[in-house]
């Protein structure tokens, strides 16, 4: 649909190899981007005194270290964790398979993907209600939202990765008289795997933001929960204290299936 | 004659297949939940819910929600749309610049960005302008990327060929590069406005006073149980027309551009 659809990594490797071509400045790339961070963190320093509304960042981080001395986060933690590794397992296992058979049945591609692709602006949240109408406030509402919101980008991206597979290696395949197993196994899935795992990197992301936003609407615990309940509170060094774990998860979380996508690349 | 009607039936089956998929589980629900196997507190039998929907549609209420959702969409959309554009051009220009920020742009599509909309609603009160900032930033990284794609991506004999025309160098930019920027500065700008409508939508269903997304929870917070799915059934309805309509539209201007 778009270029950014595959995340400009190569353009960006682009740009970096045309500016270490001047070697002088072969160090100041990482270095510039290492102050980015850090500037934001100063100017967050520089805000804190001027309004009650913004704690300081020394003020956030000692509550995040008060949180895991003192063990207060851990139930939040835990259960938000549940619930994304549970809703992101049951995203990866319906969409993975579904978005292969999309991807190579070209009749059930042709009804089901304009039906897929047509709700992609539907913020997958507000089925949330329904969900907690069937399941109760809880974990299982919750890991349901998650596993829907995984579930459409990991259905697109394989479907899509598989369709691209060269026509050239299917025949080769055929050719050796490979089964259709071994198509999948050894062709398909391989050559396409790059691309799903695109599809698995965002849609990890989404499961954790879908998380979040589930909690603060309704949960029994986990962080997003916390956070709005520091807000009601008006804890705001708690408040900004767990909004930096989620962002530093989310951060580490997509680093580690980027890393392992660029292996998959290579 | 026969075989355009042949060709255009073979065009239309997947579509027919569609509404029958559909239409077919729309009649199951309406079986499962008027024979009692589903209770109606769960989910009220689809008849109901379209009726109730025929009378939410004209009320004051929803045309107030469906303003609000709106106006809180177009603004974050033309303020993302008029920062994107800005830092697409700003990262084209400035490779440097462009290559320190563009890893943090990138895994801003995969923050929860929307984990500040607390912060924000301590910082800017429970109003608009919170969903505005938030929807705004999620619009403007799409924007961002494709612009500075667009532009890297124009070959650079057409600059040069417009100096050797003596082109002015507004020209050069209305004429030749804005232009040859359009067909990927356009799915961009689509992709922004989608992510600003559900942004909106999305952060008016934790908490807001007014709008379609606010009104879903309120339904389910009061137990008004036909009502909440009604307004989920509106939501996703225009949700699914803005995004039809505007892949649409990008797909023509792309053909007229190309």
Known sequence: MTVTSDPPAETAALAAGQLEGRRERRWALPAARITVPIAALLIWFAIAPITDLVPSPAAALAELWQGFADGWIYPGLAST?????????IGVLTGFPLGYLLGRNRIANRIFEPLIAGTFAVPRI?????????FGVG????TGMVA?????????????????????????????RANRRQLATKIVIPDAAPAIMVGIRIGFSISFIAAIIAELFAAKEGLGLMISEAYAALELPRMYAIVLLVMVIAFVGNILLWSLERRLRS | MSTTAARSRARAWPAVAQVGLVAGGAGLLEFLTQSGYISPMVLPPPTEIVGKLGEIVPSNVFLDDLGSTAITVFSAFAIGAII???IGIAFWKLPFVGAVFEPYLVSMYSMPALVFYPILLALLGLSKAPIVVIAA????????????????????????????????????YWKI?????????????????IYAMIGTIAMEF??????????????????DVVDMYAYILVASIIAIIVNVALNRLERRIRRDMQ
């Open chain 1, 126 to 134: 507000i089925l949330y209600p329904v969900l907690l109408t069937l």
């Open chain 1, 81 to 89: 964790a549940t619930a994304v590794l549970a809703g992101f397992g």
């Open chain 2, 84 to 86: 994107g554009l800005l």
């Open chain 1, 139 to 142: 974990l299982l509402a919750e």
């Open chain 2, 177 to 193: 590069l804005a232009p040859a920027a359009t067909p990927l500065v356009v799915p961009g700008l689509v992709l922004g406005f």
């Open chain 2, 206 to 223: 934790i908490l807001a006073s007014n709008g379609i997304g606010f009104r879903i929870g309120y339904y389910y917070r009061s137990f």
């Open chain 2, 137 to 172: 930033s999620m619009a403007l990284i799409p924007i961002a990327l494709n612009t500075m794609v667009a532009l890297r991506a124009i070959k650079s004999t057409l600059p040069k060929l417009g100096t050797s025309l003596n082109c002015t160098r507004r020209q050069i």
């Open chain 1, 148 to 176: 829907i919101s995984a579930f459409f980008p990991i259905i697109m991206a394989t479907s899509a990765a598989v369709r691209q597979v060269s026509e050239n290696l299917l025949k080769l395949g055929r050719s050796l």
